[in-house]
């Protein structure tokens, strides 16, 4: 149900991307970013590890949703 519901909310948002399925790109978004979630969770808690997992969050996902 989780993911269903975040998908669902992905998909409403992501344009179409030409030759890629939007459904199964969504369904990896949001796999990946509940564990980038519990992986900042479990790790130490600085101000540092947090600028770092923002960026590679952002990295991460900008590089993998360009058209």
Do not use: W
């Not at 939007?22 to 796999?31: E, I, Y």
């Not at 960026?55 to 360009?66: G, I, M, N």
């Amino acid at each position: 149900m989780f993911f269903e519901h975040y998908q669902k909310a992905v998909l409403a948002h992501m344009p179409a991307y030409q030759g890629r399925d939007r459904d199964m790109m969504a369904l990896f978004v949001v796999s990946c970013f509940n564990n980038i979630l519990q992986l900042g969770l479990l790790g130490p808690q600085t101000v540092e590890r947090e600028e770092a997992i923002k960026k590679e969050v952002f990295t991460l996902f900008s590089r993998y949703l360009k058209p």
